[in-house]
């Protein structure tokens, strides 16, 4: 399909940069318009602070069935399913293997079990309740408090706190056909080996986009009802952009906090939309070390500001455990930017005393280095997450095109159960860029 039409895409993050190749394969003109001055959104990489490059955003592959691992393995990417790693879990200020936590009272296996077998999908909610799972542990289930911090690490791997995870919205939005309830591998975490990254992947497999996006150019302003198949966008210089069509590959932020005025003003029913949808802050500490911790040790979790870290080290050699990576999210997130480096290096050497041991920690420390993505002008978060009143009807709602010309991407839009995910927003991307061919095959 030739056409010389042309569509703009604000964004060029994976949804964007997957919308456009979408577009070029079917040979209609575009342009992505990106805010920052490098492609990718979420999806960054960091060198030079190890001996080999680090995702500063998603790092995981999530699920057999995802996207993105389609596309490792189109590169032949070598991969470790986490099935074949061991994580630990810190306890009475030692590390211990999740099966063998077991043995320390009913209360740590169930919240294990609930933890390993998606229990929050198994439970049984009244017609109009929900509840958070902070009170799902408290009140229903009754879980001893020595045991919550359990289900705190849950709700962070979902991007939020225990107390905006939402039962309902996670049960509404991944338990419909998704997942396959017999396929027990289907939604598992798989970590890439280095020197490959989730960017690299990405500026490999979109390389003929690149040279369509224009940095730099954060868009405030869309017009889309002045002319008939028109429209119209500005830039925070006052510069404009004409075309025919558009698709907004923006974060869920940018959408709630109007960075991007719409004329006229966005529907209702979308604002209303938007309201019950959320993204937390977020980030990740690197912290680089002078001695290798343990080869036995793939990750690990325990109790106190920074819960879940993992060690890619492993992959790389034997003896180069040198490298830990924590997730924070929400309050903590934005707490921990807020101080200064040393005293970030304080609450890291505070954290890990307990699972390494004081004095290795403070021994093997050298740097570390946080990413945060709320403090990103133009991502203003980690990733959305499952809060009350958010479910794929609000979803589909939020991605209706408006007056078929403007369309929408991202990974909070995803309904095929991989919202939050490098995945998730792959896929917008390319339903979205598929509805502007068929409108302009319409024409």
Same mark, same amino acid.
């Given at each position: 399909?030739e056409?010389?039409?042309?569509? *703009? ?8 940069? $997957?919308?456009?190749?979408? %577009? ?5 003109n575009?342009?992505? *318009? ?8 979420r999806?960054?990489?960091l060198?030079?602070?190890?001996d ?32 074949? $790693?061991?994580?630990? @879990?810190c306890?009475?200020?030692k #590390?211990? %293997? ?19 077998e ?10 109009d309740?929900? *509840?958070?799972l902070?009170?799902?542990v408290k009140?229903?289930?009754k ?8 289900y705190? #690490? ?13 039962i309902?919205?996670v ?6 056909d998704?997942?396959d !309830?017999?396929?027990?591998d ?14 690299e992947?990405?500026? $490999? ?7 369509f ?5 954060? /868009? ?6 002045e ?12 510069q404009?952009? $004409?075309?025919?069509?558009? /698709?907004?590959?923006?974060?869920l ?21 938007? !309201? ?8 990740? @500490?690197?912290?680089? %070390?002078?001695?290798s911790?343990?080869?036995? /040790?793939?990750?690990?979790f325990?109790?106190?500001? @920074? ?15 040198? *490298?830990l /990576?924590?997730f ?5 997130s934005? #707490? ?7 005293e970030?290096?304080?609450l ?5 005393s307990a699972?390494l ?35 794929n009807?609000?979803?589909d709602? #939020?991605?209706?095109p ?8 991202g ?7 991989y ?25």
């Amino acid at each position: 399909m030739e056409s010389d039409r042309k569509v *703009l895409i604000i964004g060029a993050g994976a949804a964007g940069l $997957q919308a456009g190749e979408e %577009l070029l394969r079917n040979g209609v003109n575009f342009k992505i *318009l990106e805010a920052q001055d490098y492609i990718g959104g979420r999806i960054k990489q960091l060198t030079g602070f190890v001996d080999y490059p680090l995702d500063l955003g998603a790092q995981h592959i999530h699920g057999t069935k995802s996207t993105n691992l389609q596309i490792a393995k189109e590169f032949k990417v070598k991969m470790v399913p986490e099935e074949e $790693q061991s994580y630990f @879990i810190c306890y009475d200020k030692k #590390l211990i %293997l999740e099966e063998k936590l077991y043995k320390e009272g009913k209360d740590f296996k169930n919240a294990l079990k609930f933890f390993d077998e998606e229990g929050y999908l198994s439970i049984k909610l009244k017609e109009d309740e929900d *509840l958070t799972l902070e009170e799902y542990v408290k009140t229903k289930a009754k879980v001893p408090e020595r045991a919550w911090f359990l289900y705190q #690490l849950l709700a962070q791997e979902f991007g939020c706190t225990w107390d905006n995870f939402s039962i309902r919205s996670v049960k509404e939005s991944y338990c419909d056909d998704a997942y396959d !309830e017999e396929d027990d591998d289907e939604d598992c975490d798989i970590d890439i080996v280095p020197p490959w990254t989730q960017s690299e992947l990405l500026s $490999q497999r979109f390389k003929d986009v690149y040279p369509f996006v224009k940095l730099n150019t954060p /868009i405030v302003k869309v017009y889309y009802e002045e002319e008939k198949d028109i429209i119209k966008l500005e830039d925070k210089s006052g510069q404009c952009y $004409q075309g025919n069509a558009l /698709i907004v590959a923006v974060p869920l932020s940018i959408m709630k906090k109007g960075l991007i005025q719409f004329n006229p003003p966005l529907p209702e029913r979308k604002l209303k939309a938007l !309201e019950k949808m959320d993204m937390g802050s977020g980030g990740k @500490i690197f912290v680089r %070390l002078k001695k290798s911790v343990s080869d036995e /040790i793939d990750g690990f979790f325990t109790i106190g500001l @920074i819960k879940i870290w993992v060690t890619p080290g492993k992959n790389v050699g034997k003896g180069e455990n040198k *490298l830990l /990576i924590g997730f924070l999210v929400g309050p903590e997130s934005t #707490l921990f930017g807020k101080q200064s480096k040393e005293e970030q290096k304080a609450l890291i050497l505070e954290t890990l005393s307990a699972p390494l041991g004081e004095t290795f920690i403070k021994q093997a420390y050298e740097d570390h280095f946080f990413a945060d993505w709320g403090a990103n002008e133009y991502i203003q978060g980690l990733y959305s997450y499952p809060c009350k009143g958010c479910n794929n009807k609000v979803r589909d709602e #939020l991605k209706a095109p408006l007056d078929n010309k403007v369309f929408f991407a991202g990974e909070h839009l995803d309904t095929t159960g991989y919202s939050q995910t490098l995945s998730g927003a792959i896929n917008t991307g390319l339903e979205a860029a598929k509805l502007v061919i068929n409108k302009l095959k319409s024409q």
